[in-house]
């Protein structure tokens, strides 16, 4: 692992009553490929919607290249995740209403990019994913794998430093969800962006350089799989 | 089946409830008064203002009163389709328990009957107020008779009527929904609209054309009235063309984000929006028309009638965008909770709350203010062909419209604002983990 680029110290969250983290500590570095699992209701999307600034967290410190992301105004946060910051989320949500190529480039055209320049890289994205084919195509016309590598495409478009994927495989199949995880992960490792991947699933967590486990709030660290192979 | 009836429209919450009795109450208080100046006799007894009072226009007058349940069955259109996923998780639930597709039909009815009936009795209320603001001693221009009232079987008609027609309303929101036990279908999506309205305008363009060949005075008040009417339907049954249209031309165009959300919205499913914004055109319509007439009446005469009845004009139509103000915000309430998956992603890829809010207006505006502008046009041409324009009344219309279209931007700008509670509910990370 080079330099940290993420950190979180002690962060709580809660909801109402319910306390989702409780002091949630990690860091991920620059180019790292990190899997967060841990049991249903351990808090892992609400530790990844704080590491990636949608949520603020009432407690504890979220550090991002030096600055402190907890400390920053909903505009200046808005701002960062839209510049820096790739979200895959475990259903797409894509933009119902457009197609695919569109909903690529529309991170793009929220930077002020000319049209034609917006769709173009949109097109090579999908290209690379292997969705170019589904280009015109509109959300409710895609398979669910396809759906995904154009949520992908949209989240790595604006060439982001870090990648948030929440259950990016929960709603795949088996062979549909190894696609969509290599294509993930091949396109991040190209592009140097760190990965936070939140999932149950341990055959997905394997493929990360190191996996943190979750529990009741609270990380659990362990040795990483490539250490643990013989 | 009642009781559950009840049951289901009190889960459909407060807002739904309210706006669909305060609707039909308007509408039953408006055609109360309709009723009632249809019973005036030729000599009244008391002194009203002579567009209720002189026999020659209580037909125009009860005309205006009627078209002005226009805007707010279009409310009550929108009120009906509120929070339509969470009833439709209900419905399919009762499916579920056993119940038939002519049950929910039943219960949908039933949904809508409660409120609307009791809407409807209360609009005795509304009619008793209108009579007491606008007829009493109190009101300086008298518009609303207290020497005669509507029999008591001409109130259970109205009443019954109304309660019936928010039903109908109702049912025509969600005639395109199946209900399974397995969840809520929607019928195949229509094809993109078609400019037929048009041919409502052709025949009302006859209707005008037929009065340069001398009719009769009473014909022709009776043709001006239809071919008005048939000119608000035509532009009404135009606005979801004019939306497509408008928001194609600009989706092909713009570099803008929030108007590709918003013009992409409208081109997928142009008629929600565009029947939010159909009254929009019938009130520019009536304005365009009123535009076009008002300089050449004003400057003719020093009669104060002209004066009052043209302010009358312009206090009715700012009523009407008041309606249309909630009409427009019900839909984008409505609109926002739909989308609510994608638009919480949007944000939490780096949309802000401003820029949602940009693409809602624009959503609406690209419908709207088209069909607003077509609607000023066709008043313009419609009365100016008449032979009503002047250098004066030229600089008039251009004025008329300009305001038009201001106080339609204006209508847009509160319905949105009206919503920030709503777009800030569609962007909370919890509507990221729905399917």
């Not at chain 1, 962006?193 to 997905?204: E, F, G, Y």
């Not at chain 2, 007894?45 to 009163?65: I, N």
């Not at chain 2, 206090?315 to 609510?340: F, I, P, Y």
Request: hydrophobic share 55%; aromatic share 4%.
């Amino acid at each position: 692992m080079t330099g940290v680029l993420l950190a979180a110290h002690a962060v709580r969250k809660a909801f109402g009553r319910t306390e989702a983290l409780r002091g949630a500590t990690l860091s991920i570095g620059d180019g790292e490929v990190v899997a967060v699992t841990g049991p249903s209701g351990s808090g892992k999307s609400t530790l990844l919607m704080c590491l990636a600034g949608v949520l603020r967290p009432e407690a504890g410190r979220v550090e991002y290249g030096g600055r402190r992301l907890d400390e920053l105004s909903e505009r200046d946060r808005t701002r960062l995740r839209r510049r820096e910051f790739g979200l895959v989320l475990q259903f797409g949500q894509l933009v119902p209403e457009l197609t695919a190529a569109q909903n690529v480039a529309l991170p793009l055209l929220f930077e002020r990019h000319e049209r034609a320049a917006a769709m173009r890289s949109a097109l090579a994205w999908l290209e690379r994913l292997g969705a170019d084919d589904v280009a015109s195509a509109r959300p409710g016309e895609l398979s669910g794998g396809e759906a995904q590598r154009v949520a992908i495409a949209r989240a790595l478009v604006t060439g982001p430093r870090v990648i948030f994927a929440d259950e990016p495989t929960g709603a795949l199949d088996t062979v549909s969800g190894d696609r969509v995880l290599n294509a993930l992960l091949t396109a991040a490792r190209a592009s140097y962006a760190s990965v936070v991947l939140v999932t149950h699933d341990n055959r997905v967590a394997a493929h990360a350089d190191r996996e943190i486990v979750l529990r009741d709030g609270v990380v659990e660290p362990v040795a990483s799989p490539a250490a643990a192979t013989p | 089946m009642i009781r559950v009836g009840v049951t289901l429209t009190r889960a459909g919450g407060w807002p739904r409830m309210l706006l669909v009795g305060g609707c039909t109450a308007v509408v039953t208080g408006l055609l109360l008064v309709v009723v009632a100046i249809l019973r005036l006799p030729a000599e009244p007894a008391e002194r009203l203002f002579a567009l209720v009072g002189e026999p020659g226009l209580r037909g125009g007058t009860t005309f205006a009163t009627a078209m002005l349940c226009v805007p707010a069955l279009l409310l009550l259109y929108q009120a009906v389709r509120l929070g339509t996923a969470a009833r439709e998780r209900r419905l399919a639930a009762l499916r579920l328990a056993g119940a038939t597709p002519g049950d929910v039909r039943a219960l949908g009815a039933v949904e809508v009957a409660l409120p609307a009936s009791v809407g409807s009795v209360a609009g005795i209320g509304v009619y008793g107020l209108l009579r007491l603001v606008l007829g009493g001693e109190l009101a300086e221009v008298r518009l609303v008779p207290t020497s005669v009232a509507p029999a008591w079987w001409q109130m259970l008609i109205v009443v019954v009527g109304v309660t019936g027609l928010g039903v109908a309303v109702g049912l025509l929101a969600s005639r395109r929904v199946v209900v399974t036990p397995l969840g809520v279908t929607r019928r195949e999506a229509p094809p993109p609209p078609r400019p037929w309205g048009a041919l409502l305008l052709a025949v009302a363009a006859g209707g005008f054309a037929t009065l340069r060949t001398g009719v009769p005075r009473q014909v022709a008040y009776a043709i001006v009235f239809a071919a008005i009417a048939v000119t608000v339907l035509g532009i009404v049954s135009l606005a979801p063309w004019i939306a497509y249209r408008s928001a194609r031309y600009v989706l092909n165009r713009t570099a803008s984000p929030t108007l590709t959300l918003a013009a992409s919205r409208i081109v997928a499913e142009p008629r929600p929006v565009a029947r939010a914004a159909a009254a929009v055109g019938g009130i520019a319509l009536v304005a365009g028309g009123a535009g076009t007439t008002a300089t050449p009446a004003l400057q003719q005469t020093d009669d104060p009638f002209y004066l009052v009845s043209y302010l009358l004009v312009a206090a009715v139509l700012l009523v009407a965008l008041v309606m249309v103000v909630g009409t427009l915000a019900v839909h984008a309430a409505e609109s926002l909770l739909d989308r609510k998956r994608s638009i919480a992603a949007l944000a939490a890829l780096g949309t802000s709350v401003q820029e949602m809010e940009r693409a809602q207006f624009a959503e609406i505006a690209l419908a709207a203010l088209p069909v607003a502008a077509a609607g000023a046009l066709l008043g313009t041409i419609a009365l100016g062909g008449l032979g009503f324009v002047t250098p004066l009344s030229a600089a008039v219309q251009l004025l008329t419209l300009a305001l038009t279209l201001g106080l339609v931007w204006l209508a847009i700008e509160l319905a949105v604002r009206a919503t920030r509670p709503w777009v800030r509910r569609a962007t909370s990370v919890e509507n990221l983990r729905t399917a």
